[in-house]
């Protein structure tokens, strides 16, 4: 599939001079000197996010070494990277959700996902990047109506106002520099858990094992006053936490299974594994506690 013309308010560079394949795509007029562009890309200090299109995949950057996102032009609704299929494990305990709330746009991968797939769920993005929004075009988003909404804002900002019923909320707001330090902290995981339904769920993408992981997840676990599970996307090398707003936890896994095999004949995601990995978590989070 060819590249997309350019929109307005694009300029296109051939992506070969950066040793890649097919166009990018940068939000700038057409004054712009190119060479200058070029010479930011390759420095790594080009200060917007942008497109690559190489006419099979096009891919969101923060810079040439970060992907962001990525979309397959044959299929772009497809969850094509594994941490984004396991974020929807949320569906075995709310499979007809009311309102999903993600938090980080990037190309759109969930957002897509949970409007289309989701008929009856209303949608809500938190993106705090305008550069980010900018990109929804590329990445087929579709316009905000009545389901769904793009708000642009900080994530500390929007979910310290008021309490808007989520059946499930979705982090994966990651930018360059990783996530915000002011997202590390015992106050906003405060703040999503009461943006929750009573029996609602938290997912967040927690990226690679180090400090700052471990960090989150402990904040986690001391909001949701332990009730929390921690599945491995090998694959990615992210971590997806589970946390349950429903005081009843843990729920009864082997009744869970049924809706497993239900959900995988209506998604392209292995819920029975997830539910295993869940199972799994909460019984080593019980012996350590003894």
């Known amino acids: ?20 394949s ?5 939000r700038e007029p057409e004054s712009r000197n190119r060479q200058l562009l070029l010479h930011q890309l390759m420095d790594g ?3 917007h996010p942008f497109v690559i299109d190489d ?17 397959r032009l044959d299929a772009p609704d497809t969850l094509s990277i594994a941490y984004t299929r396991a974020m929807l494990g949320f569906l075995l305990f709310h499979p007809i959700p009311k309102h999903v709330v993600i938090v980080g746009l990037g190309g759109g991968s969930l957002t897509k996902y949970c409007y289309r797939q989701l008929a009856r769920s209303r949608v809500t993005t938190v993106e705090l ?36 019923g989520a059946d499930a909320i979705l982090l994966d707001a ?20 009461r943006h929750l339904k009573p029996r609602g769920l938290l997912v967040a993408n927690i990226s690679g094992h180090g400090l700052t992981a471990d960090t989150h997840i402990e904040l986690i676990d001391e ?10 996307v090998m694959s990615d090398g992210n971590r997806i936490v589970y946390a349950f707003n429903d005081p009843t936890f843990p729920p009864p896994w082997t009744k869970l299974s049924r809706s497993a095999r239900e959900l995988e004949s209506a998604h392209p995601i292995e819920f029975g594994k997830l539910l295993r990995d869940m199972e799994r978590s909460a019984q080593r989070a019980r012996r350590k506690r003894r």
Do not use: N
């Not at 997309?4 to 950066?18: C, D, R």
């Open 45 to 47: 200090i080009y200060p």
């Open 22 to 26: 097919g166009l990018i795509w940068l």
């Open 1 to 20: 599939m060819p590249a997309s013309p350019a929109p307005a308010g694009w300029i296109s560079l051939p992506a070969s001079h950066l040793k890649e």
């Open 55 to 71: 006419g099979t995949v096009r891919r969101l950057h923060f810079s040439l070494r970060l992907v962001q996102s990525e979309m």
């Open 129 to 164: 990047m305008e550069g980010v929004i900018a990109c929804r075009d590329w990445f087929m988003i579709p316009p905000d109506d009545e389901r769904l909404k793009i708000v642009q804002a900080d994530a500390a900002d929007y979910f310290a106002g008021e309490a808007d």
């Open 174 to 193: 990651y930018d360059e520099e990783g996530v915000a330090p002011q997202l590390c902290t015992a106050a906003f995981y405060a703040s999503l858990r």
């Open 223 to 232: 909001v949701f006053d332990g009730r929390k599970v921690v599945v491995d």
